[in-house]
C-alpha cells in the first residue's frame, strides 16, 4: 500500500534522490517519509531505521511545512548569536586585551557589559566560532626586546660566528648553579604508576663558571664559591691562557651586574687584555648557546637521580666534565640556530613527547 499523503511526483522525486549520494541524514528522512507514505506507523518506521518515533514525526512535520525542501535542508548553521555585531567585535577586542581563565568568567563580563547572559556550555561554543581556543600562555621575560634580539642576531652575533677562527675565537659564557635537590624530568612511566623521585633540601649549589667555544664547542669550566667578577676575571685568564697567539678572544656573556663592574672594566681596560666582551640584549638567555650546554648537564647527570649526599651530587657533576667525550655527540648538536629557534617552542615541548636533543 502507498500513496496514503505523499503527492505522487514528491514520491517519485524521493525515490530519484534515494539513488544519489547524500547526506546519510537525508536519505534516513526520505526512507522514513516513503514507509510512513506505505501505511507504517511512526513507531515502526523508528524500529527499523533505529531512530526514536518522535524524530520520525519530526521528519513528516518538516515534509509538511516546507516539502522535500524540507527535507533536504539539514540545518547545521546554529541559531543566531545572542549578541549582535557590534557587541560581538566589543567581546573579541575585550578577549585580545585580557586573558580569561574560564568560560564562566567571560559570561560575567558579556552580562555586566550587554546584559545578555550566557550558559558557560554555549559561552564556550560562541568562542570557538570567534576563533578562539582554550590553551596557556608562552612565558616571556617581562622585559625582551625581540627586535632587539634580532638585531643582535643580523648584526652582530651572526658576522662574529662566521669570523670565527684560531686567531679570533669566539666563546660563550655563564654561569650555572644546579642546587642540591631533586631534578624531576618527563620520562616513560607504566600507565597508572607513580613514580617517587626523593629531594632534599635544596639549600646548597655547586656554582660552576663556564665558556663553551664556537665552532669547536670545547668547554673550559671553574667552580666557585660565588659567581663574581672575581669569578670571571679567572675564567678569562684561563681563556688567555688556552690560547697565547690570539689576538683577541671574543666572549658572548650576560648584563649581570658582575660582567659590568668597575672592577671587571678595570681588568679589561688592561694591558696586553686580550678579552672581547660582547654583550647579550637584555633577558635574552635563548642567545647564549652555552645554556643548552647546561640543560644537557642537568638532563645527563641530575635528572630524575637521587644523591643521598652533598658529596655524591658534586662527585656527579665532576664526573660529567671528566667524561665529555661520551657526549661528543650531543655537544656538536648545539647550534646558535637551535638556541634562537628555541625561543618559538612551547616550554616543555620536547620533554613532554619524550624526545631529547
Known amino acids: 500500500m502507498s500513496g496514503l499523503f505523499l503527492d ?12 544519489r549520494q547524500m547526506p546519510s541524514t537525508v536519505p534516513r528522512r526520505m526512507d522514513a517519509l516513503l514507509l510512513l507514505d506505505d501505511g507504517w506507523t511512526a513507531e515502526r518506521v523508528a524500529e527499523v531505521l533505529f531512530i526514536d518515533a518522535e524524530t520520525v514525526r519530526q521528519y513528516r512535520r518538516l515534509y509538511e511545512a516546507d516539502g522535500t525542501t524540507g527535507l533536504t535542508r539539514l540545518g547545521y548553521e546554529g541559531s543566531a548569536p545572542a549578541l549582535n555585531p557590534e557587541q560581538l567585535a566589543a567581546l573579541v577586542a575585550e578577549l585580545e586585551a585580557r586573558l580569561y581563565a574560564t568560560a564562566q568568567a567571560v559570561c560575567a563580563f558579556v552580562h555586566r557589559a550587554f546584559a545578555v547572559d550566557y550558559t558557560a556550555h554555549a559561552m564556550a561554543k560562541l568562542l570557538k566560532r570567534l576563533g578562539f581556543v582554550y590553551k596557556k600562555p608562552k612565558g616571556v621575560p617581562a622585559k625582551a626586546d625581540a627586535a632587539a634580539q634580532r638585531r643582535f642576531v643580523e648584526e652582530t652575533l651572526a658576522p662574529l660566528l662566521a669570523k670565527a677562527s684560531a686567531e679570533e675565537p669566539v666563546y660563550f659564557t655563564d654561569a650555572a648553579h644546579p642546587a642540591y635537590t631533586a631534578h624531576p624530568g618527563y620520562g616513560w612511566i607504566r600507565k597508572g604508576e607513580t613514580r617517587e623521585l626523593k629531594s632534599n633540601h635544596g639549600r646548597v649549589r655547586v ?55 668597575a672592577e671587571l672594566r678595570a681588568w679589561l681596560a688592561g694591558e696586553g687584555c686580550r678579552i672581547r666582551p660582547v654583550y647579550l640584549p637584555a633577558y635574552s638567555p635563548t642567545l647564549n648557546l652555552i645554556e643548552r650546554f647546561w640543560r ?18 658534586q662527585a656527579a657533576i665532576e664526573g660529567f666534565f671528566a667524561h665529555l667525550d661520551d657526549y661528543r655527540v650531543q655537544i656538536e648538536s648545539l647550534s646558535p640556530t637551535a638556541s634562537i629557534s628555541s625561543a618559538n617552542r612551547t616550554p616543555k615541548l620536547r620533554e613532554r613527547r619524550g624526545i631529547t636533543e
Open 8 to 19: 505522487p511526483s514528491d514520491r517519485a522525486h524521493l525515490l530519484a534522490m534515494m539513488r
Open 296 to 313: 644537557l648537564l642537568k638532563d645527563a647527570v641530575l635528572r630524575n637521580e637521587y644523591f643521598p649526599t652533598y658529596a655524591a651530587f
Open 207 to 261: 656554582n660552576i663558571n663556564g665558556a663553551l667555544s664556537w665552532p669547536d664547542r670545547q668547554i673550559v669550566h671553574r667552580t666557585a664559591e660565588t659567581i663574581t667578577s672575581g669569578a670571571m676575571i679567572a675564567l678569562f685568564e684561563d681563556l688567555q691562557a688556552r690560547h697565547p697567539t690570539a689576538s683577541a678572544i671574543w666572549v658572548v656573556l650576560d648584563n649581570a651586574r658582575y660582567n659590568h663592574s
